[in-house]
């Protein structure tokens, strides 16, 4: 009852024997592959116009590509390349470690104007489609975090390498009920939340998250 209240999964009492019980349907994995796969081909041709002028639209605000590519953490723990439209400057403050620097906050300065738009729209992980065709990812999962934000968080906080039982997503559960959160403390409260995606991993819940998202990137509010 409070799982369904509160949409989170509390893990400060798991077990490993208890990961078992939150094991994802390994059925509706496969099919949901093969619907992101189908679906992205479609929204892909759909949208081409659309990438080109925010493509073009970055490239005049800001010096520096379109596209910005980061190593990412993603499905069973294996390292990808991630793609999203640059929303922030090229330049980077050598003094700041890797970490550091994958650390965004909501009021970075780095962030261009045009950027903030593409952020609070969700536009900017439309190039993510290339990581979905790729079987990277999926439309909905638990968002993957930047290579050394991964490994930092793996070493602070319990059980958070099983996040990765399932594809992470451009959107996900965490997202639309947390939002972005960077700190150890924050992001072992997004865990819960992970945790209840993964526990109740069915298309009902897939489609609410798609719901909530639409929502967000129509009103610029909600979490994001």
């Given at each position: 009852?409070?799982?369904?209240?509160?949409?989170?999964?509390?893990?400060?009492?798991?077990?490993?024997?208890?990961?078992?019980?939150?094991?994802?349907?390994?059925?509706?994995?496969?099919?949901?592959?093969?619907?992101?796969?189908l679906?992205?081909?479609?929204?892909?041709?759909?949208?081409?116009?659309?990438?080109?002028?925010?493509?073009?639209?970055?490239?005049?605000?800001?010096?520096?590509?379109?596209?910005?590519?980061?190593?990412?953490?993603?499905?069973?723990?294996?390292?990808?390349?991630?793609?999203?439209?640059?929303?922030?400057?090229?330049?980077?403050?050598?003094?700041?470690?890797?970490?550091?620097?994958?650390?965004?906050q909501?009021?970075?300065?780095?962030?261009?104007?045009?950027?903030?738009?593409?952020?609070?729209?969700r536009?900017?992980?439309?190039?993510?489609?290339?990581?979905?065709?790729?079987?990277?990812?999926?439309?909905?999962?638990?968002r993957?975090?930047?290579?050394?934000?991964?490994?930092?968080?793996?070493?602070?906080?319990?059980?958070?390498?099983?996040?990765?039982?399932?594809?992470?997503?451009?959107?996900?559960?965490?997202?639309?009920m947390?939002?972005?959160?960077?700190?150890?403390?924050?992001?072992?409260?997004?865990?819960?939340?992970?945790?209840?995606?993964?526990?109740?991993?069915?298309?009902?819940?897939d489609?609410?998250?798609?719901?909530?998202?639409?929502?967000?990137?129509?009103?610029?509010?909600?979490?994001?």
């Amino acid at each position: 009852l409070q799982e369904r209240l509160t949409g989170r999964v509390e893990i400060e009492h798991l077990s490993e024997n208890t990961l078992g019980a939150l094991n994802p349907d390994d059925l509706y994995l496969k099919i949901k592959q093969a619907i992101d796969w189908l679906g992205t081909l479609l929204v892909l041709l759909l949208t081409l116009p659309l990438l080109a002028a925010i493509a073009a639209i970055i490239r005049l605000e800001s010096k520096g590509p379109a596209l910005f590519s980061q190593a990412r953490m993603g499905y069973r723990g294996k390292i990808f390349t991630l793609h999203k439209f640059r929303t922030m400057t090229t330049a980077r403050d050598s003094t700041q470690s890797a970490r550091e620097q994958a650390i965004t906050q909501d009021d970075d300065l780095r962030i261009t104007r045009f950027g903030r738009i593409l952020r609070r729209t969700r536009l900017d992980e439309l190039p993510q489609m290339i990581n979905i065709l790729r079987g990277e990812m999926s439309w909905i999962g638990p968002r993957p975090e930047a290579a050394p934000l991964s490994e930092w968080y793996e070493q602070e906080l319990p059980f958070y390498r099983y996040r990765h039982i399932v594809r992470p997503g451009i959107s996900g559960w965490a997202q639309v009920m947390q939002g972005h959160v960077a700190s150890p403390d924050q992001v072992l409260s997004k865990l819960h939340y992970d945790f209840y995606y993964i526990k109740n991993f069915s298309p009902w819940l897939d489609l609410l998250i798609v719901l909530k998202t639409v929502r967000t990137m129509l009103t610029g509010f909600g979490a994001r």
